[in-house]
């Protein structure tokens, strides 16, 4: 029988989802990262391909289906963002071990940011912005066009991200203890939830770990509740953040010259969920930048719009 | 017979000079990393004890001398910051391969700030301002007081250095690229440096190599130089760090209450070599703030102020 298949690969986890060929899900699997930025090239191909065999195993046992075939797939991936990237992950997921279930020819492979518009949008002309451990916009319009800001990765970007809360939080801190900046309640709050006693035991936290974007993308909340303390430190490193989420959105919606038409914008990532400082404050000047703009928070999984794209090939 | 030892202990490389009981250095070597931040505790410890081990061999060999033994030392360190890395390298330096020639009870370990500012000045009220890789801030006063601030690397600080000249190179070129900043000759100066022809091949540069600080400090000198062609972009990023370097220098000299008095500031580091867009403006606007500040290049060796400060214990 014939399906098709979504894909949605992360660093640390990996959705797959088999529809039928109306594009409804019949079986799913999860498994680890396929990425070869996290894990490494051999173990995220290893990850990936025993993945998708299970998917398949799962069709043959569900549906007394001997040959399940993907006829068309959908791989979003994070961190596909450079031509080396795509030879890299074009070898890694089109490999041998597959090519019996799989039709190379049509699947596609797409940054992560493509699923997610799909899944959170069906209009034309639509934006998706993530503000989650890291920070990537894209966006597409009515005539085609593809556009996208951000989703340099901790180095090259970030900003606007869950990362850059947390390093920023850190080095509030750290101004504050040297008496280069203003005292700020982010010390004992972070203090708190790292359960650390002092600058010493921050300074292992930080340093005596193997480097870790997500560790110091958790701090955000910290930093989140401590601006709704009124502490003004934290309520500036916020607004900062949430300016250059508005800049991701301005140069996307930019360049696909969308400012006075009707367009959606899905947001997404946990920093959403910090609102009075961060969501609201983007909500609000971008509905005045843009009057016809309409929010959606994203709700169904990206793995779902890795499934409708695939149904489109 | 009796010597003096001074040690300048760095992340890559580490100096040791032997000095007769007149403070005049006599034998000197160089090894590898005695840090065991970058190269691992045992490793820095071996390349410590063989060192040290070495410069007693060159005493026998020069003197005729059986029996060297180092009566008072001083070891500047970089990386000691917190009581933790004092007592990871208390463990490393005053070791017990190392007793037999060395009086342990008159061995200080202090941060590399401080030998710095013992070779770069002799006036009782000093400070020492550091923009290498690294940045850091270290004063003392007549009253004896002492006071620091930056120095926290490249995650909780580094503010003012090459390190965060670099990133903020990188991440510039990044926003003209995605729009979401103005164009910038750093683009193609840094490209012509590093010998890539795009961005792929940057972000290539940026994340398929171990990261190192130094790799990303080293754009500070195209960024120096983009700046001299009257960049804009490359002006705005090296006017906030000069004012970073300034935030650190006055945090010390308001810590230790040096605004209205006479006092040396020694400055070190490849960056003052950038100097109509670095040093002259943090020179000029600290001259304005503090009229009877005097300004010194650090010229002598760290390891002179080592052996200086192991002369005084």
Redesign the interface.
């Known amino acids: 029988m014939e399906y098709i298949l979504g894909v949605d690969g992360g660093g640390t986890k990996t959705l797959a989802a088999a529809a039928d060929m109306d594009g409804r899900i019949v079986a799913e699997t999860e498994f680890g990262s396929s990425n070869f930025?996290s894990s490494g090239f051999e173990k995220a191909r290893e990850n990936y391909t025993a993945g998708i065999l299970k998917l398949a195993a799962k069709l043959r046992k569900s549906f007394k289906d001997k040959t399940p075939f993907f006829k068309s797939a959908c791989i979003g991936l994070a961190g596909l963002?450079?031509?080396?990237?795509r030879k890299m992950f074009n070898e890694l997921v089109l490999n041998d071990d597959l090519k019996l279930i799989l039709d190379i020819e049509n699947t596609i492979l797409v940054n992560d940011t493509v699923i997610g518009l799909a899944a959170g949008s069906m209009k034309k002309n639509r934006v998706i912005i993530i503000a989650g451990t890291g920070s990537n916009c894209y966006g597409i319009n009515a005539e085609g066009g593809q556009a996208?800001?951000?989703g340099?990765?901790h180095?090259?970007?970030d900003?606007g991200s869950g990362f850059s809360m947390g390093?920023h939080t850190?080095?509030a801190i750290?101004r504050a203890y040297?008496?280069?900046g203003p005292e700020t309640l982010l010390m004992e709050n972070v203090f708190e939830y790292l359960k650390i006693k002092d600058?010493?035991e921050?300074?292992?936290w930080?340093?005596?770990t193997e480097?870790s974007k997500d560790r110091?993308a958790s701090l955000s909340l910290v930093l989140c509740n401590t601006a709704e303390m009124g502490d003004k430190v934290a309520i500036k490193i916020l607004k900062k953040e949430a300016h250059e989420a508005i800049?991701?959105v301005k140069?996307v919606v930019?360049?696909l010259k969308l400012e006075n038409k009707d367009f959606d914008l899905v947001f997404v990532g946990k920093n959403f969920r910090c609102k009075k400082y961060f969501t609201d404050i983007i909500l609000k000047k971008l509905k005045k930048d843009f009057p016809l703009i309409n929010f959606l928070p994203l709700i169904n999984r990206p793995v779902e719009g890795a499934v409708r794209l695939a149904a489109e090939i």
């Not at 963002?81 to 990237?85: E, G, P, R």
């Open positions: 930025k963002n450079t031509a080396y990237d996208k800001a951000n340099w990765d180095i090259l970007g900003e390093i850190l080095r750290m040297d008496g280069r600058i010493d921050l300074n292992m930080t340093y005596d480097f110091f800049l991701n140069t930019s360049k």
